[in-house]
């Protein structure tokens, strides 16, 4: 018993160690692109919460597995049976329980950050998306104008109301994190703040047809003066208020 109260610690140690290197490499591989909205913040957080536990998983599973191949392997000469055992209870209640609670947290978690991230904002400016066969045309309400361009206006919460003039489409903003599934004879929304002015590409992220990889649209984010500017209208923006 004094002996396993040793090996615990070890594998114990070990494992932290672990945990932390393969993050490490997890977090240095995954490269994503930069966080153009809150949103963007919002779910990163939540790939970070994932990827501690995938590393703390795998580093438990690995260690525990290679050192015990090592250190219990037979030696020279030994030619003894193995101890017989049989099912341990409490080891079984303990690795059914323990990552419930762990998929429960993470539900929930999930949950609260999905309801936060797409609830409705009272300043938020709508504007209208149409997919087709194979491009995009963007207006706001009441306004004829249309634009294959999305200008988008800097810090404001943006919701857009999008309608398919044929099959489904998806938008996504890889910056913003967030995707939505167009779909025809009804309308979807999608919200998200854009935090960092700049230039990003829109892609259809719904196969959608021959074309469907050529599906992309310019999106800009620009000072909220220049969205009002770009759309000839007043606009009931942060710093018009
Ligand atoms: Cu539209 Cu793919």
């Not at 018993?1 to 090996?7: A, G, I, L």
Request: with cysteine; hydrophobic share 45%; aromatic share 12%.
């Amino acid at each position: 018993m004094q002996n396993n109260t040793r090996h615990f610690s070890i594998i114990g140690v070990l494992v932290v160690i672990f945990t932390f290197v393969v993050y490490w490499v997890l977090d240095a591989v995954l490269q994503f692109p930069i966080q153009g909205s809150t949103q963007a913040v919002a779910i990163d957080s939540m790939i970070q919460g994932h990827l501690w536990i995938i590393a703390f998983l795998f580093s438990l599973v690995t260690v525990f597995m290679v050192y015990s191949l090592f250190l219990f392997r037979r030696r020279e000469g030994d030619d003894e049976e193995g101890q017989y055992f049989h099912g341990h209870t409490g080891l079984e209640i303990a690795w059914t329980v323990l990552p419930m609670i762990v998929v429960i947290a993470f539900g929930y978690w999930a949950t609260v950050m999905l309801a936060d991230i797409t609830k409705r904002q009272d300043n938020e400016i709508v504007i209208n998306a149409e997919g087709f066969q194979w491009g995009w045309n963007f207006s706001l309400p009441n306004s004829d104008q249309i634009s294959q361009e999305l200008i988008l206006p800097v810090d404001m919460p943006i919701r857009m109301d999008m309608t398919s003039k044929d099959v489904l489409h998806n938008f996504w903003v890889p910056e913003f994190r967030v995707k939505q599934d167009i779909v025809p004879g009804r309308t979807t929304h999608l919200r998200f703040t854009p935090t960092v002015e700049g230039d990003y590409t829109l892609i259809c992220s719904e196969l959608c047809g021959l074309n469907h990889t050529g599906m992309i649209a310019k999106v800009r984010v620009v000072p909220q003066a220049e969205f009002a500017t770009f759309w000839s209208q007043e606009v009931q923006t942060a710093s018009s208020k």
